[in-house]
């Protein structure tokens, strides 16, 4: 009885795995699947999901337009909701749904987990939002990343700092006490060894380093430290929570350094400035993915980007995240429908011949497949908060606003 | 001197927080032996039911006490009642890892239905900051202090002064002789882990107009409260108390001497010196009997 139940079961799933298979096959005609693979669920959804939105505009304007070598996108959705079911879903797009590509998928951890099994299974993976050091210097030949990464948060942070904020100072960079602060993961860790590195190339003097864990509830003797070296300058890295509560201990203890340069996600958002109070964070810079208050002619395309998330999401861009996103898949969809084919090798053939200046798309960011398959035109942007809003400061040509110093 | 003032005064702020989420801690800990993995949880909801309150009502945070302290008093009874007790004669292990999985639930209902956002209770004049002369700390802090002495020693006297405390200290000594006394063993259990959880929800309402709840929140203060409940020796809360506050002035040194890198290196260094030389704890007394049950 029981080995019939089982051989009964067995026959039946093979049956039904045998129609799935050829409805996909036949409804693979002149449509081209890909796979988005983000965290849509879970801690990191918010924000995941943000980045998706930028890929699926992508895609619409992509399809609008004609699609890739004339057939149309279908994007098939993967939730990563941790490193696991990255892998999981990663596998179930490759060998079920027989995806052509895998974007993603905005968290650093996941993207190195997932894209582990595309490379071994030959699929081509583009990380589009996930800013780790280890995303592409993995030697994986099949995984590329069009963002900015960790390397340029501080290469934009030390050069705003050098060539910006301390001529408005008025002071010599070299003269300024510089304290570098950042959450105790990989993310802030690698931030902050790059920073390192390009403050010591400038000849800069760092007084202090310190890392504390994400979760900590209490800075003040961060804070503390801070003041009794005098420090000048205090470049953070972090997450929310922790932006949060330095930027508020800072305060509250009367700390009143020259600048605050804060890195990536915490500094960017909108509800920190809130938490923290619109009085507090005015003037605090930050280093980030490109968001929108950025001069248009720097970044064309802006615009109808933001109308056309208005139009499609019923709500404001929440983040930088989408236009990022949006910005390297546009291009690489670009550049895949002047290719010759949906072959792994066709479709890394046609990413690297993708050659787009910097300030030609609607993040301001160039493309180019440099070395370790990483865009070598990405940079992140200077911004600083200004009468409640974040406003592009550095470069130049992006800028939208001067700087403010408090002298 | 100055440096040296600060210090105290912010180790002695930060302990007197970590005793009041660890508090009702202890107390499950010690007389339903039970350990209450979900103890953050019931915080982060605490807070979350903070925020909620005193945005949609507009009435200052300490208010929503009123509401909040009863409603997880009953929520414990309820975890107590229906979770817990059920699983009494089941080996330890699966209480728990009933109260570990009660955790992952609570967080991920949380994420559920508000995503993983942070939400800021509004602060109502409770980061106003005090100048000491030698230091200065926020309105909300001393209130925490305050909040924190009167409620070890509120807990203290309901514990030592009044029938259902000795009631409930019997049922921690020995729980079969408390029964054959003619104590209601399951209803003390109920009504301890409801008093454990109020406590937090005290604790959830004080914290929350310092700092933003999401869904994770309960995870950044539960561990710590851990090793100040083993310290302070479990079920001891005048214990719990002095070990919240050492640990608050260990957090404050270290994180400004040795680098806030270390300070986990430090506490969780004092703990295992603890567990090796003192495992009842630095003011629990050896209670022979307490394991009998």
């Known amino acids: 009885m029981k080995y019939n139940h089982k051989f009964r079961r067995t026959v039946i799933s093979s049956v039904v795995a045998t129609a799935l298979l050829g409805g996909v096959s036949a409804s693979a005609f002149a449509e081209v699947k890909f796979g988005a693979l983000y965290p849509l669920s879970g801690g990191l959804a918010l924000l995941g999901e943000e980045s998706y939105r930028g890929l699926e505009l992508a895609v619409e304007q992509i399809n609008a337009n004609g699609g890739v070598q004339g057939e149309t996108v279908v994007l098939e959705i993967g939730d990563a909701v941790d490193n696991n079911q990255a892998i999981g879903e990663a596998r179930r797009l490759i060998s079920r749904e027989d995806v052509k590509a895998i974007f993603g998928t905005f968290a650093s951890s996941r993207s190195i987990a997932a894209s582990q099994v595309a490379e071994m299974s030959k699929v081509p993976y583009f990380e589009l939002g996930a800013v780790a050091d280890d995303v592409t210097e993995r030697g994986l030949s099949y995984v590329f990343r069009t963002n900015p990464t960790a390397y340029h948060m501080a290469e934009t942070i030390i050069d705003m700092l050098v060539d910006g904020i301390a001529p408005e100072l008025g002071v010599d960079p070299t003269e300024l006490r510089i304290g570098i602060i950042h959450e105790d993961s990989n993310y802030g860790s690698s931030v902050a060894k790059h920073q390192r590195a390009f403050a010591e190339e400038k000849g800069l003097n760092i007084v202090m380093e310190e890392h504390y864990p994400a979760s900590s509830v209490d800075m003040s003797s961060i804070v503390l430290s801070l003041q009794d070296k005098d420090v000048d300058v205090v470049l953070q890295t972090s997450y929310q929570d922790d932006s949060v509560l330095f930027l508020r201990q800072a305060n509250e203890r009367d700390y009143r350094p020259k600048a605050i340069i804060g890195g990536g996600g915490g500094y960017s958002m909108t509800p920190t400035a809130e938490a923290v109070g619109h009085d507090v964070i005015d003037g605090v810079y930050d280093a980030d993915f490109t968001q929108y208050n950025i001069n248009p002619e720097f970044a064309p395309g802006i615009e109808d980007f933001v109308a056309s998330y208005e139009e499609k999401y019923n709500e404001s861009p929440r983040s930088g995240h989408s236009l990022i996103n949006y910005t390297g898949a546009l291009g690489l969809l670009r550049a895949i429908d002047a290719g010759s084919g949906f072959s792994a090798d066709e479709i890394k053939e046609a990413v690297l011949a993708m050659d787009v200046p910097v300030g030609e798309t609607a993040a301001g960011i160039g493309l180019k497949i440099g070395e370790n398959n990483q865009n070598e035109r990405a940079s992140m942007m200077g911004m600083q908060w200004q009468d409640g809003e974040l406003v592009t400061v550095y470069p130049e040509e992006a800028s939208v606003a001067d700087m403010r110093t408090s002298q | ?293």
Do not use: W
């Not at chain 2, 600060?6 to 302990?15: D, P």
């Not at chain 2, 929503?64 to 009874?77: A, K, N, Q, S």
């Open chain 2, 1 to 293: 001197m100055e440096l040296i003032f600060s210090l105290i005064v912010n180790g002695l702020m930060l302990g007197s927080l970590y005793a009041m989420v660890s508090v009702g801690l202890t107390l499950i800990f010690g007389i339903t032996k039970v350990i209450n993995f979900a103890h953050g949880e019931f915080m982060m909801i605490g807070m979350m039911l903070t925020y909620i309150i005193t945005t949609y009502l507009g009435i200052h945070p300490y208010l929503t006490l009123v509401f909040i302290v009863p409603l997880l008093f009953v929520l414990g009874i309820l975890v107590q009642k229906y979770l817990i007790e059920p699983l009494r004669n089941s080996d330890e292990h699966v209480q728990i890892f009933a109260t570990v999985g009660l955790s992952i639930a609570m967080i991920n209902l949380v994420l559920m239905i508000a995503g993983s956002d942070n939400f800021n209770t509004p602060s109502s004049g409770m980061r106003h900051t005090l100048d000491l002369g030698l230091a200065t700390v926020l309105t909300g802090q001393v209130v925490i202090m305050l909040c924190s002495i009167f409620m070890v020693g509120g807990l203290h006297l309901f514990l030592t002064r009044t029938q259902m405390g000795r009631a409930i200290r019997a049922t921690a000594q020995n729980r079969n002789a408390a029964q054959l006394m003619g104590i209601n063993v399951s209803r003390i259990n109920m009504v301890t882990f409801g008093i454990g959880i109020a406590c937090v929800g005290i604790a959830a309402v004080l914290l929350s107009p310092l700092y933003p709840v999401n869904a994770q929140t309960g995870q950044s203060f539960v561990l710590i409260a851990f090793v100040i409940v083993v310290m302070g020796g479990l079920g001891s809360i005048t214990g719990a108390f002095f070990a919240a506050l050492i640990i608050g002035l260990v957090d404050s040194f270290t994180g400004f001497y040795l680098g806030s890198s270390l300070k986990g290196v430090a506490v969780f260094g004092i703990f295992l010196m603890i567990l090796i030389f003192r495992p009842s704890g630095l003011f629990g007394k050896a209670r022979k009997l307490a394991h009998v049950s």
